[in-house]
């Protein structure tokens, strides 16, 4: 059974850094991807940042608005992946979920990703 367990979130002031972290168990796939994605409320769920899971580390992908500002990256030996956040906004506010799956079909849509976490919050104030 696939588990994903997301930690990291909190409270800063925009212009700080958080880092969330994603831990995997469970997955027997040797390749997959995984992704962050955030719902702030009152509006829909939107694609943050995606990684191909592979030995040698694989494509990233961003959301046009994090660009620049957020980092996701892997640790295969600790089956967990990151999203450093950088210079954070106010618009940036949302429950944040780790999600993994076999498929990606690009950053507009979740379809693909099987699996997901509990999220965490992050809430950036002005």
């Known amino acids: 059974q696939v588990q994903l367990v997301e930690s990291g979130g909190g409270s800063v002031q925009a212009g700080g850094s958080l880092r969330l972290s994603c831990a995997a168990s469970?997955?027997?796939?040797?390749?997959?991807?995984m992704a962050w994605f955030r719902q702030a409320p009152g509006k829909e769920r939107e694609g943050v940042a995606a990684?191909?899971?592979?030995?040698?580390?694989?494509?990233?992908y961003y959301a046009a608005s994090v660009k620049d500002r957020f980092t996701i990256s892997q640790d295969n030996a600790k089956n967990t992946v990151y999203l450093q956040m950088n210079s954070l906004k106010p618009e940036d506010t949302a429950m944040y979920y780790c999600?993994?799956?076999?498929?990606?079909?690009?950053?507009?849509?979740?379809?693909?990703?099987?699996?997901w976490g509990q999220g965490t919050q992050v809430t950036v104030s002005s």
């Open positions: 999600a993994a799956g076999r498929l990606f079909y690009g950053l507009g849509t979740a379809r693909g990703f099987n699996y």
């Open positions: 469970g997955y027997t796939d040797s390749t997959y991807w």
């Open positions: 990684i191909y899971i592979y030995i040698a580390g694989g494509r990233t």
